[in-house]
């Protein structure tokens, strides 16, 4: 059973920077890709970014290209999202997600964590 830990959301002012963590349990994490998605209030959720098994190929979505970067620790099963130039907009809560099941194709979740950004 894989479980995922988001950490790391809180409040921060425009222009700052937060960086989250997803901790996620399971000898197999280090062969699975991990992505990064958020949800704002009364919208739908969405792709933020994503990264393969190796840590060698990532994706993200174009509202945070050039701000935010995704990176693994596949030594402590972590998964982390730095965040910078943080925009009023970036409010949402972020969540962690894995691969199990097929390529680029999330099917466990974490509970999420909390960003505001404040303007």
């Known amino acids: 059973q894989v479980q995922l830990v988001e950490s790391g959301g809180g409040l921060v002012q425009a222009g700052g920077s937060l960086r989250l963590s997803c901790a996620a349990s399971?000898?197999?994490?280090?062969?699975?890709?991990m992505g990064w998605f958020r949800q704002a209030p009364g919208k739908e959720r969405v792709f933020v970014a994503d990264?393969?098994?190796?840590?060698?190929?990532?994706h993200y979505a174009d509202s945070v290209k050039g701000r935010f970067t995704i990176s693994r620790d596949n030594a402590k099963n972590t998964v982390y999202l730095q965040m910078n130039n943080l925009k009023p907009e970036d409010t949402a809560l972020y969540y962690c997600?894995?691969?199990?099941?097929?390529?680029?194709?999330?099917?466990?979740w974490g509970q999420g964590t909390q960003v505001t950004v404040s303007s």
């Open positions: 990264i393969n098994w190796t840590g060698g190929t990532a």
């Open positions: 399971g000898p197999t994490f280090k062969d699975h890709d």
């Open positions: 997600a894995t691969a199990v099941g097929s390529r680029w194709t999330y099917d466990y």
